[in-house]
């Protein structure tokens, strides 16, 4: 099965520590995403990698950080969670181009307490 | 100002109806557009893209897209519950196919 795989599913946590989140995609894809969706359905960009490398760094706080082993691969890593950060958490990846689909995965959804 | 606004927020039609979208974006930068679907619990879904003037047709699926204006449209005929989901209007300018989304309209199709 060719897709997008996000673990774990859900996560509870408490204010103060640090999670992490993993996704790998079997597509073939050379560039991967995060995504942040809150509590209104709103999604929005956190970062893009292509290759391992960082392409696209939204303004997010420093507590954040994303890691490529492979193109297959990234997670993200949040230091000293806030209650802000309760959201679903999306991993999503393409082919590069401007004019190719995005594949996402299920999501991990962070409830911070 | 969000560079990618959806109206209306949620659209309720009957089963066999016609819904409708619609979405504007204020960048001229944005060269491709794509419209997602998110059912609950799920990730969003690719449903149709649209790069070009015009109508493009896809099964009960209708987008338009009128770059002059930064309009972009879509159709759904003969709606089924099936497709009570989240929809969203997403645009990218780059190679690296950065997409800026909509907030989202929510389809409820009722039997």
């Known amino acids: 099965e060719t897709a997008v795989f996000q673990t774990p599913n859900y996560h509870v946590t408490q204010v103060g520590n640090e999670v992490s989140f993993n996704c790998k995609q079997t597509?073939?894809?050379?560039?991967m995403y995060w995504y942040k969706q809150d509590s209104k359905k709103l999604l929005k960009i956190m970062f893009s990698y292509n290759n391992k490398q960082l392409i696209v760094n939204e303004t997010v706080p420093r507590r954040f950080s994303p890691q490529s082993s492979d193109k297959a691969h990234l997670n993200l890593r949040i230091k000293s969670v806030e209650p802000e950060d309760s959201a679903v958490y999306l991993c999503?990846?393409?082919?590069?181009?401007?004019?190719?689909?995005?594949?996402f995965g299920p999501g991990t959804r962070l409830t911070v307490l | 100002q969000q560079k990618v606004q959806q109206s209306p927020e949620s659209l309720s039609v009957p089963e066999g109806g016609m819904a409708s979208f619609n979405c504007t974006s204020s960048?001229?930068?944005?060269?491709y557009f794509w419209w997602y679907r998110q059912h609950s619990g799920e990730g969003p879904k690719a449903l149709m893209?649209?790069?070009?003037?015009g109508d493009k047709k896809e099964g009960r699926f209708t987008a338009h897209l009128n770059k002059a204006s930064l309009h972009v449209s879509l159709h759904i005929r003969d709606s089924q519950p099936s497709d009570s989901a989240l929809y969203f209007c997403?645009?990218?300018?780059?190679?690296?196919?950065?997409?800026?989304f909509g907030k989202g309209t929510v389809l409820l199709v009722s039997p």
């Open positions: 960048d001229r930068n944005f060269q």
């Open positions: 597509l073939g894809h050379d560039t």
């Open positions: 893209s649209i790069f070009s003037d």
């Open positions: 999503a990846s393409t082919r590069t181009g401007g004019a190719e689909e995005q594949y």
């Open positions: 997403a645009a990218s300018d780059s190679g690296y196919n950065k997409l800026t």
